[in-house]
């Protein structure tokens, strides 16, 4: 049995291996391929974890959100392209979803206006940008409503086979 880590500032691969009660080396046999030395420096941000390793700490450790934190955070395309994805509830993502959506529904409209010409002209940039955004809201609302699935899916309160019918 390993030591209990009394380390304060845990990065997200060792609060979520901890939070599985794994030591490190039960963590490497339950993942397969990565050993308890890469592991550790993982952990202790000594070295980047490459990622299959955190689509295999993502599954084994039943934390989803392990990806998007690899992409948004430590992945150099990611971190220019890739919003960070928040954990959140059910409930907020809906009422974000549909805030957002009735934005969008009175802005469509004025996006019609603007791309019909197929041009963007110095007068529309404003409206553009406004509406970009909130293009933007509801595609991070919808991978936040993405992740709470897979959360929902790891933590056994929802059957996968039911969501694929």
């Not at 794994?22 to 000594?46: M, Q, T, W």
Request: aromatic share 6%; glycine share 4%.
């Amino acid at each position: 049995m390993g030591r209990k880590s009394t380390k304060e500032n845990k990065n997200i691969y060792q609060t979520s291996r901890e939070s599985m009660a794994y030591s490190r080396e039960a963590a490497a046999e339950k993942l397969g391929f990565i050993s308890a030395d890469r592991i550790e420096k993982i952990e202790n941000e000594k070295t980047l974890p490459h990622p299959e390793e955190v689509l295999a700490m993502a599954e084994g450790y039943r934390n989803p959100s392990l990806c998007n934190y690899f992409c948004s955070h430590e992945c150099p395309i990611g971190k220019e392209y890739v919003p960070e994805v928040k954990a959140k509830e059910l409930s907020q993502i809906t009422l974000e979803m549909l805030s957002t959506l009735n934005k969008l529904t009175r802005e469509k409209e004025r996006l019609i206006e603007i791309t019909v010409d197929g041009e963007l002209t110095q007068d529309e940039i404003p409206d553009f940008l406004k509406i970009k955004e909130n293009l933007e809201k509801m595609a991070l609302a919808i991978d936040s409503l993405n992740l709470w699935i897979d959360q929902t899916i790891v933590s056994g309160k929802i059957d996968k086979s039911l969501l694929n019918k």
